[in-house]
C-alpha cells in the first residue's frame, strides 16, 4: 500500500466501504498481476489528490475471496466506486489516465 491507500478485507469492507459518507474507490487487484502494478501509481495519485474528499482501498483478490465474488469481479484490476453503500461506476483493465480515473471520482464528492 502506498502512503495514501489502505487495505481493505472482506471483515471491514461493509463498515469502511459501504459505511463511508465519502465516495469509495476500490481497487481489486494481487501481487501476481502485472496490470496491477502498472495502475498502482495511478491510483496512489488519485488517493493523494482527492485524500480530504474521498477514500481510497486496495483488495487484494486471493486474500479475499467473499467480496470479489459478490461484486463479480472477474478480471484484475477492477476498480469499483461506491457512495451511499452502492456501486456507482466500474473500471476494468489498467489503462486509465490519473485524470480519468480523478474525473470519475470526483462526480460524486
Do not use: H
Not at 69 to 75: A, E, L, M, P, V
Amino acid at each position: 500500500m502506498g502512503d495514501f491507500t489502505k487495505a481493505i478485507t472482506d471483515s471491514n469492507f461493509q463498515a469502511d466501504v459501504l459505511g463511508s459518507d465519502k465516495p469509495v474507490l476500490v481497487d481489486f487487484w494481487a501481487e501476481w498481476c502485472g496490470p496491477c502494478r502498472v495502475i498502482a501509481p495511478t491510483v496512489e495519485a488519485v488517493a493523494e489528490q482527492l485524500a480530504d474528499k474521498a477514500v481510497v482501498y486496495k483488495m487484494n483478490v486471493d486474500e479475499n475471496m467473499s467480496v470479489p465474488q459478490q461484486y463479480g469481479i472477474r478480471g484484475i484490476p477492477t476498480l469499483i466506486l461506491f457512495k451511499g453503500g452502492q456501486e456507482q461506476e466500474r473500471y476494468v483493465g489498467g489503462n486509465i489516465s490519473r485524470e480519468k480515473l480523478a474525473e470519475m471520482v470526483e462526480k460524486y464528492t
